[in-house]
């Protein structure tokens, strides 16, 4: 199904366009889904219109067209102008000294007696036009036929003094945070692009000091953090316990308990926040049809409690990555729309191909979102009207877990507002995968 809202090749019989809705949604907003049309893609109602100032523009900078010019022709063409530069200038004073030394040579005319000097003079004029003409045509031939070959040797040269770059580019291609420990180490020359190649090593030494840091930090975070709470949280539960517990201590106790479970999701999501930020560990082949299926089984008592309505229509999806971050992606999407929806409300979850790629919908109703408001929801620690008082319901990192997981997986994740209220998040994944690592079937 394409993301457009019209039938694709995996749409089903009869999916399809949408049906007009009782209300036009408002430029910007996401039709609601239809009963019984699952399988159709949520898109905008009217997709954006670039103004026309931005328009062969690119993050408000003109593009010109030596922009799309590579370097190596760069160098090139500068190789070619000054060639043809030079030889013209070559061709002009080869052009004046033949004709000074023409110019002051004795003519005669052979077997002519008493001629008229004028006639004399003309001829030798005429004489010397003629060779100059002459000169002059091979001349530029020749400069025209050798600066080509100049421009063929200086493609070659400029590819050759290049090199050293493409090497410097192979690299911080290759490096990953668990790779950073490679270094160009280019040796030739002590000019500016061993300068340039010795700068980035410097600068991956003090990124793998950076990370191995994180990585210690985000450890030992895990243990002083959590174990202090699971010790109040164990105490707290034997207080409560206690039958001789009075009924103030017992409702203090549970407000405790409450203030502490949220501090444990609070420090749970940081780290999983940290984490997902990273290079991936792990990468294998994963269906998005079957971790939502997973997630939706995990959460049933939660969306059974909770009295929506919940429809779903997942296909295979293959993403090579991450299996538990994937899960976690997915399960954020769905918590996310149980907990910020409205009464009798609903959510739709689908996975498939969307425009090629592989990539799963949540879309939910619940409360208007402003669409500028809709950025901000991806940040940490913020919730929708700005809500970060109320902490009963989360952390306020659903969505931020969500964008870093995507960015992990080198995915894109967009959300639009609905129309009526709530939600609409489409995660999609690139096309091209790795081979998976560590074994040979996944």
Same mark, same amino acid.
């Given at each position: 199904?394409?993301?457009?809202?019209?039938?694709?090749?995996?749409?089903?019989?009869?999916?399809?366009?949408?049906?007009?809705?009782?209300?036009?949604?408002?430029?910007?907003?996401?039709?609601?889904?239809?009963?019984?049309?699952?399988?159709?893609?949520?898109?905008?109602?009217?997709?954006?219109?670039?103004?026309?100032?931005?328009?062969?523009?690119?993050?408000?900078?003109?593009?010109?067209?030596?922009?799309?010019?590579?370097?190596?022709?760069?160098?090139?063409?500068?190789?070619?102008?000054?060639?043809?530069?030079?030889?013209?200038?070559?061709?002009?004073?080869?052009?004046?000294?033949?004709?000074?030394?023409?110019?002051?040579?004795?003519?005669?005319?052979?077997?002519?007696?008493?001629?008229?000097?004028?006639?004399?003079?003309?001829?030798? @004029?005429?004489?010397?036009?003629?060779?100059?003409?002459?000169?002059?045509?091979?001349?530029?031939?020749?400069?025209?036929?050798?600066?080509?070959?100049?421009?063929?040797?200086?493609?070659?040269?400029?590819?050759?003094?290049? &090199?050293?770059?493409?090497?410097?580019?192979?690299?911080?291609?290759?490096?990953?945070?668990?790779?950073?420990?490679?270094?160009?180490?280019?040796?030739?020359?002590?000019?500016?692009?061993?300068?340039?190649?010795?700068?980035?090593?410097?600068?991956?030494?003090?990124?793998?000091?950076?990370?191995?840091?994180?990585?210690?930090?985000?450890?030992?975070?895990?243990?002083?953090?959590?174990?202090?709470?699971?010790?109040?949280?164990?105490?707290?539960?034997? *207080?409560?316990?206690?039958?001789?517990?009075?009924?103030?201590?017992?409702?203090?106790?549970?407000?405790? $308990?409450?203030? =502490?479970?949220?501090?444990?999701?609070?420090?749970?999501?940081?780290?999983? $926040?940290?984490?997902?930020?990273?290079?991936?560990?792990?990468?294998?082949?994963?269906?998005?049809?079957?971790?939502?299926?997973?997630?939706?089984?995990?959460?049933? *008592?939660?969306?059974?409690?909770?009295?929506?309505?919940?429809?779903?229509? $997942?296909?295979?999806?293959?993403?090579?990555?991450?299996?538990?971050?994937?899960?976690?992606?997915?399960?954020?999407?769905?918590? @996310?729309?149980?907990?910020?929806?409205?009464?009798?409300?609903?959510?739709?979850?689908?996975?498939?191909? @969307?425009?090629?790629?592989?990539?799963?919908?949540?879309?939910?109703?619940?409360?208007?979102?402003?669409?500028?408001?809709?950025?901000?929801?991806?940040?940490?620690?913020?919730?929708?009207?700005?809500?970060?008082?109320?902490?009963? =319901?989360?952390?306020?990192?659903?969505?931020?877990?969500?964008?870093?997981?995507?960015?992990?997986?080198?995915?894109?994740?967009?959300?639009?507002?609905?129309?009526?209220?709530?939600?609409?998040?489409?995660?999609?994944?690139?096309?091209?995968?790795?081979?998976?690592?560590?074994?040979?079937? &996944?």
């Amino acid at each position: 199904m394409r993301p457009d809202g019209e039938p694709g090749p995996e749409a089903r019989p009869g999916h399809g366009a949408e049906p007009a809705g009782p209300a036009a949604p408002a430029p910007g907003e996401v039709p609601p889904t239809p009963p019984g049309d699952t399988g159709t893609w949520r898109r905008l109602s009217a997709p954006p219109v670039e103004p026309a100032a931005a328009q062969g523009s690119v993050s408000g900078r003109v593009t010109h067209l030596s922009d799309n010019i590579s370097l190596r022709m760069r160098f090139t063409l500068i190789y070619g102008m000054l060639f043809f530069a030079a030889g013209s200038l070559l061709v002009l004073l080869n052009y004046v000294i033949v004709a000074g030394i023409l110019d002051s040579l004795d003519f005669t005319v052979a077997g002519a007696y008493d001629l008229d000097p004028v006639i004399v003079e003309e001829a030798k @004029n005429s004489f010397i036009e003629s060779v100059l003409g002459q000169i002059s045509r091979f001349s530029i031939l020749a400069l025209v036929i050798v600066g080509f070959l100049a421009l063929a040797l200086g493609y070659a040269v400029a590819g050759r003094a290049l &090199s050293p770059l493409h090497k410097i580019t192979r690299t911080a291609r290759r490096l990953s945070e668990r790779s950073l420990h490679e270094r160009i180490a280019l040796s030739g020359p002590d000019d500016e692009i061993r300068e340039l190649a010795d700068t980035f090593d410097a600068m991956l030494e003090r990124l793998d000091r950076a990370f191995d840091g994180q990585r210690r930090f985000v450890a030992n975070a895990s243990h002083e953090l959590r174990t202090p709470l699971a010790i109040n949280r164990t105490l707290l539960e034997v *207080a409560l316990a206690d039958p001789e517990a009075t009924p103030d201590l017992k409702t203090i106790g549970r407000t405790l $308990l409450e203030t =502490n479970s949220r501090h444990e999701r609070l420090i749970d999501g940081l780290l999983f $926040l940290a984490r997902s930020d990273r290079e991936l560990d792990v990468r294998t082949l994963v269906d998005l049809g079957e971790v939502s299926s997973t997630v939706l089984s995990q959460l049933a *008592a939660r969306i059974e409690e909770s009295g929506l309505t919940v429809r779903s229509d $997942l296909r295979g999806a293959p993403v090579t990555g991450d299996p538990v971050l994937l899960e976690r992606l997915v399960a954020n999407l769905v918590e @996310n729309a149980l907990r910020y929806n409205v009464a009798d409300g609903e959510i739709t979850v689908r996975s498939g191909i @969307n425009e090629g790629a592989p990539a799963v919908q949540v879309e939910n109703s619940g409360p208007v979102i402003p669409a500028y408001e809709i950025e901000g929801l991806f940040e940490p620690f913020r919730r929708s009207a700005g809500d970060r008082v109320r902490s009963k =319901n989360s952390a306020g990192l659903g969505l931020s877990i969500v964008r870093s997981v995507v960015r992990a997986h080198g995915g894109t994740v967009v959300a639009w507002p609905r129309a009526g209220g709530g939600l609409v998040v489409t995660v999609r994944f690139p096309t091209g995968h790795r081979r998976p690592e560590g074994d040979g079937a &996944s």
